[in-house]
């Protein structure tokens, strides 16, 4: 089975209106010419932007007529609508047509003290409002170098695995992996890194479910550029990137795209 290449752009805490139309419309126009180029461009990828979630209401305006899909950063873990100031819900993003959702990015992991099993809550969350959860793992830079990234990474995948509400035949989920300490840092993990933790993940859903382990796609988020984002993305098992910085310019994230033909 071939899985489409699914290129994730991450904005975080970025964009104000004049900044996010000038973007949009760049995107449009840009993409429209690289399928131009390349007949099939769709057939290969999917291109999605995660925004703050005030913007979704002017990403639904620019892209909901075209093969651009967009979601947002974050979600909360309450199921129903109630006094949660502050947060959003599953249904919200539902209203925005929001096709996925970020969780348990590290950021979120390490400065606001998600758990992994607050991110499970999250995960099912998704799922039962039909939005496909991308979810984030990575070790942070002194468990690589006592070699427990792996280990760190299955702990939190069987945090989602382990839970009762699982269900190992449902393949609408996105892992990402994001080795903390190459996030922003300009450091990227290398072919062999990133190849050695991606086929670990892919063991570990054959060991749940062999159609499953063909269907979920791994991204790889930490420091992608163009510059890198070729050597990158022709790994097996790399079925794509979460993509931070140089998603907020179009010509970037373009570039990025452009590097799996």
Not at 107 to 129: M, P, S, Y
Not at 188 to 198: D, I, L, M, R, S
Not at 215 to 242: F, T
Request: with cysteine; proline share 3%; glycine share 6%.
């Amino acid at each position: 089975m071939t899985r489409k290449k699914l290129i994730a752009g991450n904005w975080k805490m970025h964009g104000s209106l004049q900044q996010n139309e000038i973007f949009f419309k760049d995107l449009l126009s840009m993409s429209e010419n690289l399928s131009k180029k390349y007949n099939d461009f769709y057939n290969h990828l999917e291109l999605s932007l995660f925004v703050p979630s005030l913007y979704l209401f002017q990403a639904q305006n620019f892209l909901a007529n075209s093969a651009i899909s967009f979601g947002t950063q974050n979600v909360s873990n309450q199921a129903e609508n109630g006094a949660f100031t502050g947060e959003i819900s599953a249904k919200m993003l539902k209203d925005f047509a929001a096709k996925y959702t970020i969780i348990g990015h590290s950021e979120r992991r390490q400065l606001l003290g998600e758990t992994d099993e607050f991110i499970a809550e999250k995960f099912f969350i998704l799922q039962q409002n039909d939005i496909i959860p991308i979810l984030c793992i990575g070790e942070t830079q002194k468990e690589y170098e006592e070699s427990r990234g792996i280990a760190v990474i299955l702990q939190q995948l069987n945090a989602i695995f382990a839970n009762p509400k699982f269900d190992k035949n449902n393949a609408n989920f996105v892992i990402a992996y994001e080795p903390i300490w190459a996030i922003g840092s300009g450091l990227a993990a290398t072919p062999e890194q990133v190849q050695t933790t991606h086929l670990a993940i892919r063991k570990r859903l054959q060991e749940l479910n062999a159609d499953l382990a063909e269907k979920v796609k791994i991204l790889y988020g930490g420091s992608v550029k163009p510059e890198n984002s070729k050597q990158l993305l022709n790994l097996p098992n790399v079925d794509g990137a979460l993509i931070g910085g140089a998603s907020l310019k179009a010509n970037s994230f373009l570039a990025i795209a452009e590097s799996i033909f």
